[in-house]
């Protein structure tokens, strides 16, 4: 059975940083791609907007432009964990993070979510 746990989130000011882990298990993890994807308040009935995602093996990347040059994502395939760093974050960041397993090992493949998400929130 799928399940993943994540760490992180919480409060900071703006221009701080944060960092978001998301560990899998029940699933062969370095198989597929990954992300991280977020829902802003008030947008409940809103898809998730995708915020980072990687392939299988970690050589690729892809971002949203609203965190493009502020968010990192990596891989350690050998500890079944996603990660997410977040830098100079902003007002707008504040959102309910969910961490993503892809049906396949590319960017572009689909993603399904489990679990209550972590929260990041962000005052200005």
């Known amino acids: 059975q799928l399940q993943l746990v994540l760490s992180g989130g919480g409060s900071v000011q703006a221009g701080g940083s944060l960092n978001l882990s998301c560990v899998v298990s029940?699933?062969?993890?370095?198989?597929?791609?990954m992300r991280w994807s977020r829902r802003a308040p008030g947008k409940e009935n809103e898809e998730r907007e995708t915020a980072a995602a990687i392939n299988w093996s970690g050589t690729e990347t892809w971002y949203a432009d609203s965190v493009k040059g502020r968010f990192t994502i990596s891989r350690d395939n050998a500890k079944d964990t996603v990660y997410l760093e977040m830098s100079s974050l902003k007002p707008e960041d504040t959102a309910v993070y969910y961490c993503?397993?892809?049906?396949?090992?590319?960017?572009?493949?689909?993603?399904?979510?489990w679990g209550q998400g972590t929260q990041v929130t962000v005052s200005s």
């Open positions: 029940g699933r062969h993890f370095s198989s597929f791609a």
């Open positions: 993503g397993v892809g049906a396949a090992g590319n960017l572009y493949t689909s993603y399904e979510e």
